[in-house]
């Protein structure tokens, strides 16, 4: 099992910019595919941004897109998500997802395998 530290989360003001880091160890990271998402208060878990484990492919919440970039490091065994424009709608704890063995994607809980312990992103307006 993989573990994960997150980082970078905070307060910000809205129209403002995060990038969260993910740390991964005690699994090949470049032979998964990883995720992150979010939870604000009394509401599901939910899917943000995914990264393929081959080719690099990405895909996006409908919520974020354009707005925040998901990316990773294989040398550094680090993810990362770059968010721009926040919105105080953003405001939730974000977390760091690693993906089930030969899922391509991570786009549902049921795709992770192990879980972040989560950093909290506050968006003022």
């Known amino acids: 099992q993989v573990q994960l530290v997150e980082s970078g989360g905070g307060l910000v003001q809205a129209g403002g910019s995060l990038r969260l880091s993910c740390a991964a160890s005690?699994?090949?990271?470049?032979?998964?595919?990883m995720g992150w998402f979010r939870q604000a208060p009394g509401k599901e878990r939910e899917f943000v941004a995914t990264?393929?484990?081959?080719?690099?492919?990405?895909y996006y919440a409908d919520s974020v897109k354009g707005r925040f970039t998901i990316s990773r490091d294989d040398a550094k065994n680090t993810l990362y998500l770059q968010m721009n424009s926040l919105k105080p709608e953003d405001t939730a704890v974000y977390y760091c997802?690693?993906?089930?063995?030969?899922?391509?994607?991570?786009?549902?809980?049921?795709?992770?395998?192990?879980w972040g312990q989560g950093t909290q992103v506050t968006v003022s307006t």
């Open positions: 005690g699994r090949t990271f470049s032979s998964y595919a």
């Open positions: 990264i393929s484990w081959i080719g690099g492919s990405t």
């Open positions: 997802a690693a993906g089930k063995n030969r899922i391509a994607v991570v786009t549902t809980t049921q795709h992770v395998d192990s």
